[in-house]
Every structure is written in structure tokens, then in C-alpha cells.
């Protein structure tokens, strides 16, 4: 006959210990799957400064974010109504803006020397040719014909094209490859390449807009001039002047009008 | 019933282990697994003692100079991973005086700390600007990085305890062992930190001076790394004051040096 010493503590505890003695094994065994998440790989951090904190090489100075950078998405652009009936496509998905496009130089590094030479490096104001090149595109801006291609305009010659400045209000489908994005410093984002400052369009395009005064770009525009301001070096393209001055360490130009 | 409660648990002795076992190993679960920053217990022993001794040997140096190159990992607009390559010449004299030249095939620029004000010289294009601050380099350097925004070359281990500054936020340390670095016999340290994990390469013997040093940005796309390999460490050649006293060679121009953070003013610093 069990006691109720026997009945309290036998079944309950052996059972206790019989079920820890399976459980904690198996706990064991699942503790590295419970704990998976903490060794899997990190979603990447939204970066928050223009100049790679790479460049810095530094323990330290790891988390010194030297100029803030803008939000990287942009949200979707309000369309206009369509003014006539158009043909709906179920199955296309739609658009989404992202910022910055593919082709556009996101991480400015001021220390890290690579460079990639694009063929709006080499533009020259009123350099002719006589034939485009292949894959132009050709439009109007204010009723001025145009072509264009990788980030040079052109207009109609006599014997053929001249490269010209490229025109405000120009659209095209992207920033040319290689641009490098522009903080505005009040939350606009300009692409910047060839001297043209390319602001995203509610569709989709890019349009180049007048040259903000007062923002900073890491290299001068291709063929800027050198001239003196009260003796102090600057450069000059197309109407704009680009002022020297060392920002993180390294010489950049910001725009400024006289 | 009372009886029954006043019963002492005859609790068998597996059962007198396994509970406090288990109730271990449950608290264990519950604790965080990574050691909080700066928690010494994360760092072994051996590790912490080799940084320690080179963070001694350079932070005691009153004057010295070394040459490094540098590979960092770049990301092009294509998306294609390549690396980049400078190399860096450091002069150090404490308390108060640095010059640094970083030097790649397109770029050319100095920093001169004379006690007085900092200087950068863009050599290829015969440029140059000033801010006044003065105070020991730890000081200065924090001026140039966090006001103005210049990447100090390798100020880890020009800072004044580099022990100090490296493990303040490591959360843990690991000794790999000897290897050996463009032939020469180190010992190689690892260390991690919330956002990136570094490593470092010490010289064997009575000279613990780094061979090698990368830090992996953990937290960025594809984590990056920055690499430096140390050569000429030189530790007699005396450094006079002209070496960090920056002269404005013919033609040069003064340009400005723009702050970057307007809201960071806790040192005194003006543009010149």
C-alpha cells in the first residue's frame, strides 16, 4: 500500500527526471537551430554616409558618418491621368521608382583611386562631327532640336553635329552611365555627370535641371576653364562657377554664382 | 493533508542535479551569447596581452615613421568588385606633431599638424587649406574626423593608447596563432565588434610593431575590406619640426576647408 509520502514523490519526480533526462538532450540538440538566426547573415544596414566609411580605415572612426546621405528610395511618383483611354495590361507590374538607378555612383570614396573614363569625359564645346554616334537619341527642348548620346548633346552644324552644353529641360530615359549622385542638401538628389545636374521626373525620365548653387561635386565638368575671382581659383562651364575647397580631406568644387 | 505538506521532498538525486542543471542551462538561453562591448572576459588572454604590448611599444614611441599600402574593397556602378590601391606614409612626433602623405596614381595629398593647425596639401594640384587647432594629436585628430571629415590614415595606431581605443568596442578576441606576413614571423589577432570584425598581424620579437592590419565592414553590402600592409617601420630617425611644418610651395593656392558637422563644435577650431 503506498503512503502519501509514496504517492506525492515517486510518480511526479521520477517522471520529472525522466522526461528532463529526455528533453534536456534533446534541448541540446535543438539549441543550435533555436539559435539560427543569431549567426545568419545580416540584412545590410542602410548607409547614411556619401563618403565610404571603407575609406577611413579606421577602428575607431568606424561609425563617423562624414556627410549624410539621402533616403535611397524615393516613393512612388503621382501619375497623371491618362487624357485618353489606354490599353490596361493586367500582367505588367507597376512601375516602382527606386533611387538611385544602376548606373549612377552611388558611394563617393575620396580616398579610393578608381577610375572609370566615360564618353562624356571627353566632351568639348563645339567639337564637330559629322556623323552621330550609333544608338542617339533625338528630341526637342523648347522647340531646338537635339541629339544626344552618353551624356554629350549635340546640335546640327553646317558640315554636320557640334557638341553643345547640355540644354536645361532635356529628358532622357536615364542619367548617363557613370553619374555620380548629387545631394541637394534639402532633400533633392541630382545625377551628375558631363556638368548637366539630372533630377528623376514624376515618369520615370530625367531631366536636367538648372545648376543648384551651392552644392559640391567631387570633379570639375569636363573642359571647365580655370579664371580668377578676386584672386581665388575657380573654374567656369557653361555659365557656372566651380569653387576649389577641401571637403573630407580631399578637393571637390561647389557651385557658386558671382 | 497538513501532513502531507509538511512532508520533506524526498527528491532522488538525479532529479536534486538535473534541476539546477536545467534551470542553468534555461538562464544560459536567456542571456544574451553575445558579451556586451568592452566585456574584457570576451577578449582571451593572450590576444589582449599582444595588443597591449604593440599599443605600448607605439603609443610609448615619441616619434617614429612608417610606409603602408593600402587595398580597399570598391564596388563600380556596374556592380563589379575591385580594389583600390594607395599607399600611405605616416610621421609621427608626440605629443603634437603628424604628417601623412597618401599617394595613388591620380592623387597626391598631405596633412601637416604642427601643434598649431592642421594643413592639407592637394600636391597635384597645388592646393591648400587650414584650421586652427592645437592640443595633443589624439585631439587633432579627432578634429580632422569628426568636424571636418578627413579620413586620417591609420590613426589606430598613431593614437596615443592604441590598446585603449581598439578594444573599446570589440566584444571579442581571439589569438590565431603565428603566421607569417611578407616573411616576417607575427602573431596573428582577430576581434570583432558589432558592425565589423578586424584583424591584425603583430611582428614577433622586441618590436611588436603591426604587419598587417584589415578590417571587414560587416554591415555593408558584400562586406568590404580595407587592407593595410605596413613596411619601414623606423623608430630612430629623428623627425624635426620642418617635416610637419607645412610651407606653401610656388603657385600654391589657399582654398577652403569645409566642416561638415556644424552641431560637433566641442573643440575649438576656426578656418584661418
Not at chain 1, 48 to 65: E, I, L
Not at chain 1, 188 to 216: H, L, M, N, W
Request: net charge negative; charged share 20%.
Amino acid at each position: 500500500m503506498k503512503t502519501a509520502t509514496d504517492f506525492i514523490r515517486m510518480p511526479s519526480l521520477s517522471k520529472t527526471g525522466r522526461l528532463l533526462a529526455v528533453g534536456l538532450p534533446a534541448l541540446l540538440l535543438a539549441f543550435p537551430l533555436l539559435c539560427a538566426d543569431r549567426g545568419a547573415p545580416r540584412a545590410a544596414a542602410p548607409r547614411a554616409a556619401v563618403v565610404d566609411r571603407t575609406s577611413h580605415g579606421s577602428v575607431r572612426h568606424v561609425d563617423t558618418h562624414v556627410v549624410q546621405r539621402p533616403a535611397p528610395a524615393r516613393p512612388e511618383p503621382v501619375r497623371p491621368e491618362p487624357a485618353r483611354p489606354v490599353e490596361v495590361r493586367p500582367n505588367v507590374a507597376p512601375r516602382t521608382v527606386v533611387a538611385p538607378p544602376r548606373n549612377v555612383v552611388v558611394h563617393r570614396d575620396v580616398e579610393a583611386d578608381v577610375h572609370r573614363a566615360h564618353v562624356w569625359d571627353d566632351f568639348a564645346f563645339g567639337r564637330r562631327l559629322r556623323t552621330l554616334p550609333v544608338g542617339f537619341l533625338n528630341f526637342q527642348v523648347g522647340g531646338v532640336p537635339y541629339w544626344y548620346d552618353d551624356g554629350i548633346y549635340y546640335q546640327q552644324a553646317t558640315d554636320g553635329y557640334q557638341e553643345v552644353y547640355p540644354p536645361v529641360g532635356a529628358e532622357i530615359p536615364e542619367p548617363p552611365d557613370g553619374a555620380i549622385e548629387i545631394d541637394g542638401g534639402g532633400g533633392e538628389v541630382y545625377y551628375y555627370a558631363g556638368g548637366a545636374f539630372y533630377e528623376q521626373q514624376a515618369d520615370g525620365s530625367y531631366a536636367i535641371v538648372p545648376t543648384p548653387i551651392g552644392v559640391v561635386v567631387p570633379e570639375l565638368p569636363p573642359g571647365a576653364a580655370p579664371i580668377s575671382i578676386n584672386g581665388t581659383t575657380a573654374y567656369q562651364f557653361n555659365g557656372i562657377d566651380y569653387e576649389p575647397v577641401f571637403v573630407n580631406g580631399v578637393t571637390q568644387y561647389q557651385t557658386f554664382a558671382q | 493533508m497538513k501532513d502531507r505538506k509538511r512532508l520533506p521532498l524526498p527528491v532522488p538525486v538525479f532529479s536534486r542535479l538535473v534541476f539546477p542543471l536545467a534551470a542553468s542551462f534555461l538562464l544560459g538561453l536567456a542571456a544574451p551569447s553575445v558579451p556586451a562591448a568592452g566585456d574584457k572576459a570576451a577578449i582571451e588572454p593572450r590576444a589582449d596581452e599582444l595588443l597591449k604590448r604593440m599599443g605600448d611599444y607605439l603609443g610609448q614611441a615619441q616619434f617614429f615613421s612608417v610606409n603602408a599600402e593600402i587595398w580597399q574593397d570598391i564596388e563600380l556602378s556596374s556592380g563589379q568588385r575591385v580594389q583600390a590601391d594607395r599607399t600611405v606614409t605616416l610621421q609621427v612626433r608626440r605629443p603634437d606633431r603628424l604628417h601623412t602623405e597618401v599617394h595613388s596614381t591620380r592623387r597626391n595629398h598631405e596633412l601637416f599638424y604642427d601643434g598649431d593647425a592642421i594643413t592639407l596639401f592637394n600636391r597635384a594640384q597645388n592646393f591648400y587649406g587650414t584650421v586652427h587647432t592645437s592640443g595633443p594629436l589624439d585631439d587633432a585628430m579627432d578634429v580632422a574626423s569628426e568636424r571636418f571629415g578627413i579620413a586620417i590614415p591609420l590613426e589606430d595606431f598613431i593614437r596615443s593608447d592604441p590598446h585603449k581605443d581598439f578594444l573599446a568596442r570589440a566584444v571579442s578576441g581571439v589569438d590565431l596563432g603565428p603566421v607569417t606576413v611578407m616573411g616576417v614571423p607575427c602573431e596573428h589577432l582577430a576581434f570583432t565588434q558589432d558592425n565589423i570584425d578586424w584583424q591584425v598581424w603583430i611582428q614577433d620579437g622586441a618590436a611588436p610593431v603591426p604587419k598587417k592590419f584589415v578590417i571587414t565592414y560587416k554591415d555593408e553590402p558584400d562586406s568590404p575590406q580595407f587592407t593595410a600592409i605596413f613596411s619601414n617601420w623606423d623608430f630612430t630617425t629623428k623627425l624635426p619640426d620642418f617635416v610637419f611644418k607645412f610651407e606653401p610651395p610656388a603657385g600654391a593656392a589657399k582654398i577652403k576647408v569645409q566642416e561638415i558637422k556644424a552641431e560637433n563644435q566641442s573643440h575649438k577650431t576656426e578656418e584661418k
